[in-house]
């Protein structure tokens, strides 16, 4: 029922916005014209006058004139110094896309439109207006990436450009914040905000001023990460000696005494497993009696839950890989490591005894808000993305962001083939190999998207078995992420990725050598491969969008199993049974249709079911917000 509602009111959003963009885009193409006339008489200006322009925009707001009133000409200026700094000029589009972040709204811009370099353009003129300004991305490499590549532009109008990552030490940090321009990471700009909160020296402080934030990848920021609240934790005196005793005793439980939900990762007790595990306990003296319902137990109970979660359903190298002796979290959607992370209520220690690794205290919460409070701390919020149009209604409801669709500089000529659907894991890797191989033969790039390391594994170890020379990018190898990205559009390359390679990486076809890259058009551009769906489809949709860019040509297309983790939430059991009755035999390509709907139903269910876990998530956190904005504000003014 939830899902039909979230479906009919997504189908009207999608109208509305839809309509609200093209007004939009109307209003803001005489501001575009503004701007495209000024820029023969700025082409014109020295290098040392075009810096000087900075300093006469500060002088013209002092005086009153408003950010709007300077825009078409801070824009000009910023397109004049990117192409003497870079040798790009701002297209049209982006310049829109300028606007719509200057104006406080989230730009639904294609992949390979250019988002990093549309940013500059709010950036500078907000910097001007006298605020801090923070560019947001989601990962560290994208972080280091655009500061120094987009810093050449800020440089160059006498701006100072800062970078905060997981490697930028804390004592670093404030200096990095005090410059004009600030690129961070989504976890580490929140954690600093909750750090400053802890802190005895305003001047160690990283929030010193009302700041502009522009969030890149926002579905991704705003959407999906704001299930996983930011949370900063001290050890507590908890022993640790009973997760060894307890992971023992939930490896001798049968499938019957257990009850697993995939769907939301939990664990129910039977009625003969709560016996069964009541008889170990107390075999292991671990209770002295009564059931695991009783006050004293509970925290057994609790304890006994978790070891089942963490044997059961977190899954080495899918949730979680082990790196020098540590269990490092993997974010299911970016596929990205997330160093220094931990699960709470006792999790992680249930996966350190799994996994016969040393076991850490748990840890007690010091400090925590959720992304949405955090990021609605913020006196202006923009953001930019390929797919913000489908969660248009929580950006309003939440963020009070509107969506504007803008349109691509140049059409889109990749060709989205429908899905192949096999009934076993073991066809569709076959059938992936195959379209490998063709492709190999013509040089044409591959992008092979799977949604775990374990899978990425997998197809390595099948295309190495067939001597197919290719990279690997997943949570191990994420050091190695520019050099492989880079490659990844080479004529004849393989490139296998989780989630990683999704969002905001850039492949060019030929890696900027025009020989290579009309090779690889030749072969028909960058072939995607999805080798099973997602349950968010934007995450399907931002894995297509590597193919493509800029009007290039590509292609793409999924192979699925019926053995698919998504498949399992469709029902494949009674698929097989259907499919086996209509005469589909072992290794036949299945495209029909209605096993398509199932699959879109099923991704918007999960969809909807999300979207109410953050709504319960902000429900909660709300009722500490206004507590936690009094006190933070009263420990700012003492300091």
Known sequence: MISAIYHKMLNFVNKLFGSSSQRMLKKYSSTVDKINSLENTISKLSDQDLRDKTSYFKNLLSKGKSPDDILPETFAVVREASKRTLKLRHFDVQLIGGIVLHNGKIAEMKTGEGKTLVATL?????????KAVHIVTVNDYLAKRDSEWMGN????????????????????????YDCDIVYATNNEIGFDYLRDNLQNNYESMCFKKDAFAIIDEVDSILIDEARTPLVISGQSNTSVEIYPKI??????FKDTDYELNEENKNVLLSNNGMEFAEKLL????LIQGGTLQDLDNMSLNHNLIQALRAQKLFLKDKDYIIKDKTIIIIDELSGRPMEGRRYGDGLHQAIEAKEGLVIQQENQTIASITYQNFFRTYKKLSGMTGTALTEAVEFEGIYNLNVIEIPPNLKVNRFDKDDQIYMTKKEKYEAVLKLVKESQSKKQPVL??????????IISKLLTKNNINHNVLNAKFHEKEAEIIQQAGIPGNVTISTNMAGRGTDIKLGNDNDKLKNEAITAGGLLVIGTERH?????????????????DIGESIFFLSLDDDLMRMVGSQTLENVLSKIGVKDGEVITHSFITRALERTQQKVEARNYDMRKQILKFDDILNDQRKIIYQNRRDIL
Do not use: F, M, P
């Open 122 to 130: 709010a950036a500078y003129l907000n910097y001007l207006d006298g």
């Open 153 to 176: 532009i800020y440089k160059y109008l006498g701006l100072s450009v800062g970078c905060v990552n997981s490697q930028t030490s804390h004592e670093r940090r404030s200096q990095e």
């Open 247 to 252: 992971n023992s005793i939930v490896k001798l």
């Open 282 to 285: 107390l075999e292991n003296g």
């Open 448 to 457: 092979i998207g799977t949604i775990s390391v374990e899978n990425s594994e």
């Open 535 to 551: 349950e968010s489809r934007r995450i399907d949709n931002q894995l297509r969008g590597r193919s493509g860019r800029q009007g």
